[in-house]
């Protein structure tokens, strides 16, 4: 498996496609409709008199005209033009899975795409079940009472949290006073956002030198204005916050809640649970631990299970089950009420809860093995390439299902970025790769995670096409920093998008800011 | 189009450090070190820096000074360089190095690359203020101004990126200019300096999957900390503002103009002292509550101690340690050497009240747990 | 699977012993516990799980799955009147394709250059939505119509300044709820009022008296929906915008993009920031979970640095005449700058971005256009048709989209009874409004699209006279 000139052959398909807008013909039609029955035209009249006139449209849209075969080419094309996870993708902190085909055709069917969530709860009775059922699943994974899904996303759940710790501590009086949620830097980004969004100020952990903050930093942070504590553990640099226990208790004593961040739950699922540690609240991805498509970004959920002392809190409807039929509660007085329409991305969480049934609990507990195994195999293998580097390269425990690297040494002998490693890597058929999260506390950061996935020949795959980078780094640098060369397009000029004379999010701006029908 | 980048080495910055010695200014220092077996560093980290440049060939005109100075370092990395001025025979010094800087000034450079430590640093500022950019190659053992570069390497690529123009990635931000007087830290007595700010190239960093300047919004979330402070200002309460860019956005909301590198007292939304000297400071406390505002200072991360002196052990006791605002920039607290904050004020009990965990407010409604510890 | 002879999990390739021993044995370990000698034992669980039998045989799970999902009723096999913020509309079969292609469904992030096509397709969403409305800023999808709302209202509070948004008493209970939580509660230093507009009894539209009433300089925006939450189109979107213009108030128009081949662009009557659903866009109704949202604006940087949304735009590549698309303005969103981002960002809907572009490319002016003119049409039958029947009265008789309020207060039963009647016989009524309006007393919200037929829509109204006679 060394990799030197071994490296399988890729280039992305080019189409040269160009910009829908641009495609057509005048008088085209790619979808048309029935007739207006007459009986109804006798009945109410020409459409255009039913729109009041200060209302009616009388310009078109300046959308294409095109035929169906032309708009599927189209679309086909650009698919194919998205390299989307057909190579190997090791997205750290995205924990890429499989994303099983028989959960797209179940989520395809019309028992699941075709039902409306105002329908009678008489008539979703089997989408309800698979709802609790898997709220049972997750309730064992994590020791929490009661499990929702409306938020769209991990970092609506983490929404969803900063939303009822206003309510817990509204309900005590304390809301006015518990203005402050406590997070680490090493935290997602969307903790504090949100937390920042619902209103809070921001109290930041900075890392002490053994990779996570001390107690005595937290000790500091905490006080009669602490409401919550936004944590996750371990982090992405693959370290596990041993102190975890003691943190939970520290908070509590304060009066402030605990919420556990489960984005790095692959490497501990079954391993031990948010409860036992003493946590209120926990979240877990369903589109990165639980199997469901990324989409390129959602549909997601963020799943969000809490204690009974919370439970009351939650967004409504929960489903419930009363041993012969199952329910959606609304009637729940002291519920933050929505934080999006209606009761979560259905079809995902049907997929995760065939993805847990598929898994077991023997296989949960062995994909946890695999990508911790995964990872720290990775680790050896990386870290024997010149100009590579590890975070907190004195601990010298083994990592958890992720280790963050640093390229600062590449970058300072051959000037080759971490940015430039990653578009280079698109021309092996390998997806960039995930750096870090804003901001960087290590330089020229790269983070991969292996998963359970992918096998051993792909990961070894991998870090050979990172070796063969390494080594073009040091002897044609200028191969690198021009790259990405086997992809659909060359890599973008970056001043246009911060101009505000020339970004174009639409084609209306494009073509007011470059000339009609003018490219680039 | 021909672009003119001088190069500055001090040839015997650097040498202080792997024999003991805290910098080489003046002769006799130098002496010691050339006794206890110091090697020149400078050239070497210079040449590195010269070489890992990827400059356009037939567009670059570098000028230097002969010799030593420059002349051979840049021949030895394949470069020919334009000679513009001698140093006097014997040792550089000081001297050198500003009459060098001053010839390059009239020569319109586009940039000054140079290799030494905080004092070279200083004596080329002295010279060209915030009119050339300036870049450092670092070598000197103590480095508490922000003008350098992570390594020579680095410095040179992005100095060459810099002067080749229209790259989005590169942008020009200010950096503090310090040093510390030598001779009075050999005698255990320190002192530093704020000189002042200069524009230095930076490498204003992509994020991920596109590229955008997080630096611009960093720069806009300490204006708005800037205005939230100044707003939330309580009458009759003595500020006391430390020196720096960072507490300059304050005074600015005030409508207010500070003196950059001194320190100023706000009283009711008024300038009632600026530069303050330690004995300004005592007697406005007298009968006021007071506040300090103060920034954090130089590449090591100085709350107090140095380039703030004036905000003496006495004053910070007079104020009290509870009444301290403390407000930095997210980029610089993470970039901290040590992950701490130090305390300088010449007052071991302060140091060790001062000692511990602080909030450090680096936007509105937004502090971050920053450990301090004595120098 | 027997302890003695472990087979290999479909989904895990390294699930091999002698795998899993080779790997094991490269880095010098005896046993993956030791890999994790990182937590603490007394954080350990110290059982196995309990959880339902594994079912790791496709055929095994999909035929449970198909058994548990066998309980469901459908809009398929039924005949729904159901909308309020979910709508059944026509998919077309290429969305579905579209959104099933595995580059488009499994695709995170990426590059711009590895990643192209689905960039170019996000442009081309965008690019579509901001013909609808006629706008020149469009940024990514939200969540859903009341994430969209909620969050033009926490932009124009930042661009106003001020902490107060007048909104539609007749407004939708769900997006409204979401709002209010994006709105904060009153103990929150940066709370933004919601304040609720009374409508005209007669015609369901806002009543400009009381929004003249209720507008002061303390007002960030003024918020109204075309088509409202109960079907109306809002005829009186200029003066609405020229009230609030006058009081340097921001206009927020919640739309329905696919009523905008027959209705005017909200840029035409005033509108400072566009917001609506996704979801009619080629996303099937999903349970819910086919809800989306967009916000639009005009292209000003007043706008476009309050956008908490990932932003696509075109760009030159480094090869002359080429073309491709970035991420623009990213230092703005909770991805580069932490708390001080304009609200967050994470996953959120992207995949409707996909069947979107599909959507309005496929339909294009002409589409648009005659969906509108048969939906409008479709629904004015439907409540005509209802409206004669004995006991039923259309609440708001003119001036409708796809939606409408039929009310059965002369029937002397409740929604609940009258649905529950409905259901037995294979159709799904309208949404009760009774609990959310109690002035509008026992009230139904019925929807008619492209969907139906009038053979429907005579049934329907067949059934409901069987029901009230």
């Known amino acids: 498996m060394s990799g030197n000139g071994t490296l399988r052959n890729y280039h992305a398909a080019v189409w040269d496609e160009p910009v829908v807008m641009e495609m057509g013909h005048h008088g085209r039609r790619g979808m048309v409709f029935p007739d207006i029955d007459e009986a109804v035209t006798a009945a109410v009249g020409d459409s255009e008199s039913l729109i009041p006139e200060e209302m009616r449209r009388h310009d078109r849209p300046a959308l294409p005209e095109m035929s169906e075969p032309e708009v599927q080419r189209h679309y086909l094309h650009l698919s194919q033009e998205t390299l989307g996870m057909m190579g190997v993708s090791l997205f750290g902190t995205c924990t890429m899975k499989y994303n099983s085909r028989i959960n797209e055709l179940i989520g395809a069917r019309p028992e699941v795409a075709e039902t409306h969530p105002l329908q009678h709860e008489d008539t979703l009775q089997g989408t309800l079940e698979i709802i609790h059922n898997f709220d049972l699943i997750l309730r064992e994974l994590s020791g929490m009472d009661q499990f929702v899904f409306q938020a769209g996303g991990g970092a609506d759940a983490a929404y969803t949290h900063v939303c009822v710790t206003r309510a817990y501590h509204q309900a005590r009086g304390q809301l006015a006073q518990r203005n402050e949620i406590v997070t680490s830097i090493q935290a997602h980004p969307c903790n504090a956002a949100t937390a920042a969004a619902a209103g809070f100020k921001i109290v930041t952990l900075m890392l002490d030198d053994n990779g996570y903050p001390s107690l005595d930093a937290l000790k500091a942070a905490v006080s009669d204005r602490t409401a919550a504590l936004l944590i996750n553990n371990p982090d992405d640099m693959g370290i596990y916050n041993p102190d975890i226990k003691e943190w939970v208790n520290i908070v509590h004593e304060a009066g402030g809640l605990c919420f556990y961040d489960h984005a790095n739950f692959n490497g501990v699922m079954s391993k031990l649970r948010a409860r036992e540690l003493g946590f209120d609240a926990c979240m877990y991805m369903l589109h990165k631990t639980f199997g469901t498509p990324k989409a390129g970004g959602g549909p997601a959920v963020g799943a969000y299970g809490c204690t009974e002392e919370l439970a009351e809190f939650l967004p409504c409807p929960v489903v419930t089950f009363d041993g012969e039929t199952y329910h959606l509660d609304e009637d729940r007085p002291n519920s933050i009420g929505r934080v999006r329409e209606f009761w979560g991305n259905v079809p995902q969480i049907v997929k995760s809860y065939s993805w847990s049934r598929a898994m077991g609990a023997e296989g949960i507990c062995e994909a946890a093995d695999l990508s911790v195994l995964g990872n720290n195999y990775m680790e050896k293998r990386l870290l024997e390439i010149p100009g590579i580097t590890k975070s907190q390269p004195h601990l010298n425990k083994w990592r958890m299902e992720m280790t963050r690297y640093s390229l600062e040494k590449l970058k300072e002998d051959t000037g080759v970025t971490t940015f430039d490693v990653a578009n280079r890597m698109v021309d092996f058929g390998i997806d960039a790769y995930w750096l870090a999260h804003e901001p960087w506390l290590v330089p020229e950061p790269f983070t991969p995670e292996a998963g359970e996935m992918y096998s051993r020949e792909d990961l070894d795959h991998w870090v050979d096409v990172l070796a063969r980078i390494s080594h073009e780094a040091y002897t044609d640098p200028e191969i690198v920093k021009t790259a990405p060369h086997n992809q659909a397009i060359a890599k973008i000029k970056a001043e246009p998008l911060e101009d505000p004379e020339k970004w174009a999010m639409t084609w209306r701006a494009y073509k007011r800011k470059y000339g009609a029908g003018k490219e680039t | ?375 | 699977m027997t302890a003695n002879a472990p087979t290999a999990h479909p989904y895990m390739a390294n699930s091999v012993p002698d795998i899993k021993q080779e790997m094991l044995d490269a880095i010098g370990v005896s046993s993956v516990e030791e890999l994790f000698e990182q937590i603490p034992d007394d954080h350990r669980l110290k059982r196995g799980l309990s959880l339902p039998k594994q079912l790791r045989s496709e055929a095994e799970l999909r035929r449970h799955l198909v058994d548990l999902l066998s309980k469901n009723a459908t809009c398929e096999q039924n005949l729904s009147f159901l909308g309020a913020g979910c709508w059944q509309h026509h998919v077309p079969a290429v969305c579905d394709e579209m959104v099933g292609r595995a580059e488009f469904l499994t695709n995170v992030w990426g590059s711009p250059s590895s990643d192209h096509g689905r960039n170019q397709t996000w442009f081309e969403y965008c690019s579509q939505i901001g013909e609808l409305v006629k706008m020149d800023m469009v940024g990514m999808p939200v969540y859903s119509y009341g994430c969209a709302a909620g969050h033009a209202i926490r932009m124009a509070s930042r661009i106003t300044g001020r902490h107060e948004v007048l909104v539609p008493a007749l407004s939708d209970p769900e997006r409204l709820s979401v709002i209010r939580n994006y709105c904060e509660p009153d103990e929150m230093e940066s709370h933004i009022a919601v304040v609720p507009v009374g409508y005209d009894a007669a015609t369901g539209l806002l009543d400009l008296d009381d929004l003249k009433a209720k507008i002061s300089p303390t007002t960030a925006a003024v918020y109204f929906e075309s088509p409202s939450y109960v079907g109306l189109i809002e005829r009186q979107g200029e003066e609405i915008a020229a009230i609030a213009r006058a009081n340097g108030a921001e206009t927020i128009v919640g739309v329905d993009p696919i009523t905008l081949g027959v209705l005017k662009a909200p840029a035409d009557y005033g509108a400072d920031i566009v917001v609506g659903t996704t979801q009619p866009l080629g996303v099937h109704m999903n349970c819910g979970g086919g809800v989306g949202g967009f916000i639009a604006s005009r292209d000003e940087e007043k706008y476009v640095h309050e956008y908490n949304t990932l932003n696509i735009s075109i760009a030159e590549t480094e090869r002359p005449g080429q073309f491709g698309f970035g991420l623009s303005c990213a230092h703005q969103t909770s991805y580069g700058m932490r708390e001080k981002g304009k609200d967050w960002t994470g996953n959120s809907t992207y995949l409707w971005a996909i069947s979107g572009a599909v959507y309005m490319a496929l339909m294009g002016p002409e589409g648009f256009r005659e969906a509108g003119n048969l939906i409008v049409a479709q629904a004015h039958y439907a409540a005509k048709t209802l409206g004669a029947v004995k006991g039923a009265r259309v609440v708001f008789p003119a001036g409708f989209f796809k939606e409408f309020v039929v009310n059965f207060d002369d029937a002397g039963t409740s929604v609940e009874e009258i649905n529950a009647s409905l259901r037995a016989g294979g159709i799904f009524g309208g949404k009760d409004l009774s609990s959310e309006f109690p002035e509008l007393g026992q009230s139904a919200l019925f929807c008619v699209t492209e969907c139906h037929t009038r053979e429907d829509i005579d049934r329907l109204a067949d059934a409901l006279q069987e029901v009230l006679s």
């Open chain 2, 1 to 375: 189009m021909t672009v003119r980048v001088g190069l500055i080495v001090n040839p015997i910055a650097g040498m202080g450090g792997k024999v003991g010695l805290k910098g080489t200014d003046g002769e006799a220092t130098l002496d010691k070190a050339r006794a206890l077996g110091a090697e020149p560093l400078a050239n070497t980290r210079a040449e590195a820096a010269l070489a890992a440049a990827s400059w356009q060939r037939g567009t670059l005109e570098l000028l230097t000074f002969a010799g030593d100075m420059g002349e051979t370092t840049a021949t030895k990395a394949g470069l020919e360089p334009t000679v513009i001025g001698n140093s006097r025979a014997g040792a550089s010094d000081a001297g050198d190095t500003a009459a060098a800087a001053r010839a390059m000034l009239e020569r319109d450079v586009g940039l000054i690359l140079f290799a030494g430590g905080d004092g070279t640093a200083r004596d080329i500022f002295q010279v060209i203020g915030q009119e050339v950019p300036v870049l450092g190659i670092p070598t000197g053992v103590k480095m508490h101004s922000a003008v350098f570069a992570t390594g020579p390497a680095s410095a040179g690529r992005l100095a060459a990126e810099y002067l080749r123009g229209g790259t989005a990635g590169i942008g020009l931000a200010d950096a503090e200019i310090m040093d510390i007087d030598e001779e009075e830290q050999r005698r255990n007595r320190l002192s530093a300096k704020l000189f002042g700010y200069a524009r230095v190239p930076f490498e204003r960093r992509a994020l991920q999957y596109a590229k955008a300047a997080s630096h611009v919004s960093g720069q806009a979330k300490l204006d708005a900390l800037g205005r939230d402070t100044a707003a939330g200002m309580e009458q009759d309460v003595l500020y006391i503002i430390g020196p720096g860019s960072t507490t300059q956005r304050l005074l600015q909301h005030l409508g207010l103009e500070g003196s950059l590198l001194g320190v100023d007292v706000v009283l009711n939304g008024k300038a009632v002292v600026r530069d303050a000297s330690e004995a300004d400071l005592l007697q406005a406390l007298d009968g006021h509550e007071a506040r300090i505002i103060s920034g954090v200072i130089g590449g090591q991360g100085f709350l107090f101690g140095r380039g703030n002196q004036q905000i003496s052990a006495g004053v910070i006791r007079r104020v009290g340690v509870d009444n301290l605002m403390v407000v930095a920039a997210v980029e610089k607290l993470i970039a901290l050497p040590t992950n701490r904050l130090l305390v300088d004020t010449g007052d071991s009990d302060l140091d060790a009240d001062l000692s511990g965990f602080m909030r450090v407010h680096t936007g509105p409604g937004e502090t971050m747990m920053l450990a301090v510890a004595a120098a």
